[in-house]
């Protein structure tokens, strides 16, 4: 009993260890960004030395343009279709070329101009060169800590990807919803990482930035397409030198298989159709019917009859006949049986008469029809 408990304690031991391996880079892989038609290939090329390309992912690379920032910038990363891969700890290089003082542009991961604290401005108000461009704040130190919903950066895993709104929903306050279950953690256990310490800034706002311009987080062996990284909220400056990660790639499991429906109950053939007597039968119910008087069907296989014309379609009950129109009336032909019948209102009153007729009103109806002169009498056609 003791071998088998330490057997189930060593295994689950294992199941909650990180993703084996090291953190490699992520070579080969597409890179997308925000930013239509951005090349992003640097991000993923190998290189995170000092001065290695890299990428940034919001306005045209001018003074006034990398002021303006981009509104939630994002870089997404995929594994490829049909493929998810398992994501232990993410390592995120800010930019790694143009700087001043080597890689303390991690700040830009952390705030914006929206949140009020203007890159250009703080340098100023430190003693430096205002005119530096405000691609991320260059001091040694972090500075100022803000949760300001301008600021902070995302790092996710996800099967869904990237789209112009963003690569999670966020709240009101920036962080991601509560029910996200993209978003990574950071040093201090947050989603949204606005700490200098969770970029990678040692001893807190007032200490050096990281010696290899990178900051870390846990993704926790989420498992997913794509991994992103974006920056909360509007005027943001993405810049990114390479993103490296601890993983394992594998296909994605199968959708499970839908059972297979049991087979319908076998019925009997349905009896073959009636075949009546063309002209004077129809079929109703698999059962030939005869034609009322005054009446044709069409053929063997008919379901109706048809009274003459100008005969309406009388029904009693469940019988019906072809009645006559009063004399000098008009009817179109009729079918038999219908939804209702009718009665002689539904034959078309004339308005003269053949000669030895006049007209006169039907009691029945209210139309004209054609009565015969009495004996001993005539009159004029018209």
Known sequence: ??????????????????????????????????????????????????????????????????????????????????????????????????????????????????????????????????????????????????????????????????????????????????????????????????????????????????????????????AGRYLYVQLVGLQRQLWVGEIKAVYEAAPAAPAPETPTPAPEPETSAPAPAASCTAGTQYVSNNVCVDCPSESTSSGTDAEFCTCSNNRYAKKSGNTWTCEPCKTGQKKAATKIPSTEGEDVSDCTAPTSCAADHYLTVDADSGKDYCEACPAGSTSSDG
């Open 1 to 222: 009993m003791r071998v088998a408990l330490t057997t189930v304690v060593a295994v689950l031991a294992v199941l909650a260890e990180p993703v084996l391996g090291v953190t490699q880079p992520l070579t080969g892989k597409t890179v997308t960004t925000s930013k239509n038609g951005l090349d992003g290939s640097a991000i993923v090329d190998g290189a995170s030395l000092p001065g290695s390309t890299s990428v940034a992912i919001f306005n045209d690379n001018n003074d006034v343009q990398i002021e303006a920032g981009a509104n939630n910038p994002w870089v997404q990363i995929d594994f490829g279709e049909g493929n998810q891969a398992t994501i232990g700890d993410v390592d995120v290089y800010g930019n790694l070329e143009n700087q001043l003082t080597p890689f303390s542009c991690m700040m830009a991961m952390l705030v914006s101009q929206a949140s009020g604290l203007d890159y250009v401005a703080y340098q100023a108000a430190r003693g430096n060169n205002a005119e530096v461009l405000a691609v991320c704040g260059r001091g040694m130190t972090a500075g100022v800590v803000t949760d300001n919903p301008n600021t902070g950066v995302i790092v996710g895993v996800s099967d869904s990807p990237c789209t112009n709104a963003g690569c999670l929903t966020l709240a009101g306050n920036g962080d991601p919803v509560e029910d996200d279950t993209t978003a990574c953690t950071g040093q201090s256990g947050a989603k949204r990482l606005i700490l200098p310490t969770d970029v990678g800034y040692h001893d807190g706002a007032g200490g050096p930035p990281p010696g290899e311009g990178k900051f870390t987080v846990n993704c926790g062996n989420k």
